[in-house]
């Protein structure tokens, strides 16, 4: 069964602190992975997607298939990184867009 | 701009009465979907839809169903609405493959 897993609710750092949220992901075909962001009071967004490779807002994410992992990461934590932000998973088999619980980010000043 | 808008941002409904939550999209998307998110669960797949009058149950399916009359409206319908219904409503819509999932605004649904 496909499963997306968040293993940590909520983390706190302070300004300029790295951050890395992490994902894991149960699929036995070829995964395409997303992470999605929800800042207070706006929309859920689409922030990267590892075909893409890219980096947003410096943020990065690689897929690592060893480890059925796709964790989030960014050098520098800015204050306005504070959101929640959800791993999903898109599995083209059975057309299904699933989510992961979930990690509130707090970055202190 | 793509647009997801979903017809209510706040609901109140009674126990037992049937409910119907709206989603509109202006993209001429394949894929529709509905989730309901909740503290600590994340988003949860209810049902989705690849094409017009093609539905496929999610993963918490139970007490709802869902409508694809037209490509750009998907509807689910609370058949006999429950307290443990309480909860933000998602509609999201995307190209048929793994592109970006649009979102709308949310309906917060509260039965009483």
């Known amino acids: 069964a496909q499963r997306v897993t968040q293993p940590e609710k909520l983390l706190s750092v302070f300004k300029g602190a790295p951050v890395e949220l992490k994902c894991n992901y149960s699929?036995?075909?070829?995964?395409?992975l997303f992470w999605y962001v929800q800042y207070s009071r706006q929309r859920l967004q689409l922030l990267l997607r590892?075909?893409s490779r890219e980096s947003i807002k410096g943020f990065t994410a690689d897929l690592n298939k060893g480890e059925t992992s796709f964790h989030l990461k960014k050098p520098f934590a800015q204050e306005e990184d504070s959101a929640m932000y959800y791993c999903a998973l898109f599995s083209g088999g059975y057309n299904k867009l699933i989510f992961g619980a979930g990690t509130r980010l707090a970055v202190h000043p | 701009d793509v647009k997801v808008t979903q017809s209510s941002r706040y609901l109140v409904k009674r126990t037992g009465e049937k409910v119907f939550l709206e989603c509109v999209q202006d993209m001429d998307h394949e894929n529709m979907f509905w989730y309901r998110q909740d503290p600590g669960l994340g988003l949860r797949l209810i049902y989705f839809s690849y094409d017009v009058k093609m539905k496929e149950k999610g993963d918490i399916p139970e007490g709802y169903s869902v409508s694809r009359e037209k490509k750009e409206r998907f509807s689910l319908i609370l058949e006999s609405a429950s307290t443990n219904q309480t909860s933000m409503y998602l509609c999201?819509?995307?190209?048929?493959?793994?592109?970006?999932?649009?979102f709308g605004q949310g309906t917060r649904l509260t039965v009483v």
């Open positions: 590892h075909i």
């Open positions: 999201a819509s995307s190209f048929l493959r793994g592109t970006e999932a649009f």
């Open positions: 699929y036995s075909g070829s995964p395409e």
